[in-house]
């Protein structure tokens, strides 16, 4: 197998035994992303001269016998919505095309302790907002798989460089799906954590109650130990959560004895492709071959949560985003007459479409007269989806559902249907509005060759037991060689 085919697990056993060192591992990476990334453009930028130095520094520890961290020497893609001290963080905005932080995100510190070697920053779509990829003011990305395809979004280039074998592991972003659903267009494994198991100091805001930061891997054991060396409480985010961390990738390969797994009938309704229903029954029939039961349950106000997503993310959206006024610091109009005109101007030419539709529709959602109307109301709606969770978890231990209602679609096919698109996380928004971790597994693939996923749901801070059920299925298959016909 080639270097760039290995598993995180493997390239540390290999780094281990010797058989390869830091620097062959991220040159053979940085090959890949000279050779692909033309075609792919998941990329923002790359940082080869500082990264071969950092391997060259971790190849002398591991010769000098020193203590290394969890993922020494190993290299990964950084979604460019993460504050990285000294480097460009452009959030895939014209806003902030020339923005360089002052200081690391927390999960870029603990990225640094663990050893890991970042190649660069990843494309996304604009501060977050989108699903396709394709609202970065910079590049449209594409799905390795066929990238006439969309990779998904926000996190399309996270999820595309590990599809494409540019990179073993990535950092995504996941507000409404961001992480899972590109995962599953892509064909690699992404984690959304429990809300407030990762930091957020240090993330570009879009909607601080709905963010989180995850792992992006090639394998399940990969994305353990990722979210290992992320987690943690962080006393600069005050909805950072002091509780301990498990050590995820010693417990991943354990089966779950007696597991529960909960179908929803909402999740398998009207609007469900043929090829996606396929592949997430198989995926079942795979469970129940472990001794797994499957139990039907009920999530009756997920029918209402892509309208409150849409309420309470833009809302959020406006109030954070409008810190990027053209004084203090970002995209600044060159003419101007007076300050009023200097903040219109600048946010107008720096703000793509998208940024604006969500900014307009959370202002009048919190404007006077509708607040109670409109944001009030999608709260309360919210705190009936989490319940809706907690009584389900009562009776299973986790929650499989499709992560999409279709394989990728086309680059372009959506771009002018913001309903469709917004459609496309039907699956995945009721997770960030009840804080609970998902992840998604690849499972198929289409009759065109495009991957499927499963979700997979766990209560809160539940992210060791989604790791060993996803782990128990990758364990039991190809997933490449099952192809729906």
Known sequence: MSIVGKTTGELLDSMNQGELSSVEIVQAFLDEIG?????VNAFLSVRPEKALEEAKEVDQKISAGEQLGLLAGIPIALKDVLCTEGETTTCGSKMLENFVPPYDAHVVQRLKKSGVISLGKVNMDEFAMGSSTENSAFKTTGNPWNVEHAPGGSSGGSAAAVGANMAPLSIGTDTGGSI??????????????????????????????????????????????????????????????????????????????????????????????????????????????????????????????????????????????????????????????????????????????????????????????????????????????????????EKVDVIASPVTASPAFKIGELSDDPLAMYLSDIYTISANLAGLPGISVPVGLSGNDLPIGLQLLGPAFEEDRLFRAARMFEKETDWKTLKVS
């Open 35 to 39: 050779r692909r990334d033309n075609e």
């Open 180 to 393: 899972r659903q590109p995962a599953s267009f892509c064909g690699v494994v992404g984690m959304k954590p429990t809300y407030g198991r990762v930091s957020r100091y240090g993330l570009v805001a879009f909607a601080s109650s709905l963010d989180q930061v995850g792992p992006m891997a090639n394998d399940v054991s990969g994305a353990a130990t990722l979210l290992e060396a992320i987690a943690g409480h962080d006393h600069r985010d005050s909805t950072s959560i002091n509780c301990p961390v498990p050590s995820y990738s010693d417990s991943v390969d354990k089966p779950l004895e007696g597991l529960k797994i909960g179908v929803a009938d909402e999740h398998f309704g009207e609007g469900l492709g043929d090829e996606v229903r396929k592949s997430v029954e198989n995926s079942l029939d795979v469970y129940r071959s472990q001794g797994a039961k499957i139990v039907n349950i009920s999530l009756p106000h997920s029918k209402y949560a892509v309208a409150a997503y849409y309420l309470i993310a833009p809302s959020e959206a406006s109030s954070n985003l409008a810190r990027y006024d053209g004084v203090h610091y970002g995209y600044r109009t060159e003419n101007f007459d007076n300050m009023i005109d200097m903040y219109a101007a600048s946010r107008g030419e720096a703000f793509g479409d998208e940024v604006k539709r969500r900014i307009m529709l959370g202002t009048y959602a919190l404007s006077s007269g509708y607040y109670d109307a409109y944001y009030l109301k999608a709260l309360k709606v919210r705190r009936l989806i989490r319940q809706d969770f907690d009584q389900a978890f």
